[in-house]
């Protein structure tokens, strides 16, 4: 059974960092991706960042381009969202989820990944 185990959420200012982490098990062979989402109250679930683990490419949301950066540290099976210059508007629970095979690409579609976490609150203070 694959669990992923995202952490990290907390409350920062307009401006601040956070890194969020989600830690993976259960894949007993091949490799997947890895997609962080995010839903604030009253809207919908959206996708923010993926990797392909295997081929490294990855995809941002315009919203969070040039401010979050997604990355793997496939010996741990922990992949990461480092997010700067946090906005008030990012404040959100934020989800990773997984879907397999890894054919090389990935897209910010919920509808794309079968496998989900509980998420981490984000809160960021104006």
């Known amino acids: 059974e694959v669990q992923l185990q995202a952490s990290g959420g907390g409350l920062v200012q307009t401006g601040g960092s956070l890194r969020l982490s989600c830690a993976v098990s259960?894949?007993?062979?091949?490799?997947?991706?890895v997609g962080w989402f995010r839903q604030a109250p009253g809207k919908e679930r959206g996708g923010i960042s993926c990797?392909?683990?295997?081929?490294?490419?990855?995809y941002y949301a315009d919203s969070v381009k040039g401010r979050f950066t997604i990355s793997s540290d496939n010996a741990k099976n922990t992949v990461y969202l480092q997010m700067n210059s946090l906005k008030p508007e990012d404040t959100a629970v934020y989800y990773c989820?997984?879907?397999?095979?890894?054919?090389?690409?990935?897209?910010?579609?919920?509808?794309?990944?079968?496998?989900w976490g509980k998420g981490t609150l984000v809160t960021v203070s104006s």
């Open positions: 259960g894949f007993t062979f091949g490799d997947y991706i």
């Open positions: 989820a997984t879907v397999a095979p890894d054919r090389g690409w990935c897209s910010l579609s919920v509808y794309g990944f079968h496998s």
């Open positions: 990797i392909s683990r295997s081929a490294g490419v990855t």
